[in-house]
């Protein structure tokens, strides 16, 4: 596995906007599916030592993922995705929110716009996301809960799921 796989985070206070580039030792499908298949995403959202399970999801413009992120303890933390615009292999976009277990918004948090590109270079595949809050506040509440930690953990979580399905 390269070890020098891309890893940029960077916080756009002016822009209310977190940017996060990664590269994956993986092909743009590979990469793709793990993205928009439940049944991937659920092995690698959620960073260890809580699992992510999908309660449902329609990945298509319009549809909705409903799922929870599971602590060790059981307890369960729901969120929903909205997804707002879909060009297959190239580009989602989907508001993420904090919800009760029947996707009823958590008034509290806000939403978090997401906006995720990919593109495959050579034997790689890049996927730039840019996160928009409605204010830097909020944006910086989501990296003071461990939203940093958090992803770099769950990508390297996907990376392994490349690694075994090479």
């Known amino acids: 596995m390269k070890a020098d796989l891309l890893m940029n985070f960077s916080v756009d206070k002016e822009n209310k906007t977190v940017n ?6 993986a092909s743009l499908s590979n990469v793709w599916s793990a993205w928009t298949e439940p049944e991937i995403l659920d092995l690698w959202w959620a960073p260890a ?17 409903l799922y929870a992120m599971v602590g060790p303890d059981g307890q369960e933390r729901w969120s929903t995705f ?14 993420a929110t904090f919800s009760d277990a029947d996707g009823n ?6 939403s978090s716009y997401w906006d995720i590109n990919f593109s495959e270079q050579g034997d790689s595949t890049f996927v730039d996301i840019v996160i928009t809050r409605e204010s830097f506040e909020e944006l910086q509440k989501i990296i003071e809960m461990g939203f940093k930690e958090g992803f770099t953990s769950a990508m390297k979580a996907l990376d ?3 690694e075994t399905r090479k």
Do not use: Q
């Not at 909205?82 to 508001?95: G, L, M, V």
């Not at 918004?105 to 806000?110: H, I, L, M, R």
């Open 105 to 110: 918004p958590n008034s509290e948090f806000g």
């Open 82 to 95: 909205d997804y707002t615009s879909i060009s297959p292999k190239t580009n989602f976009k989907y508001a």
């Open 160 to 162: 392994e799921i490349f």
């Open 49 to 65: 030592p809580f699992k992510s399970k999908t309660k449902n999801m329609e990945f298509k413009e319009g549809g909705r993922r």
């Open 20 to 25: 996060v580039k990664r590269e994956f030792n």
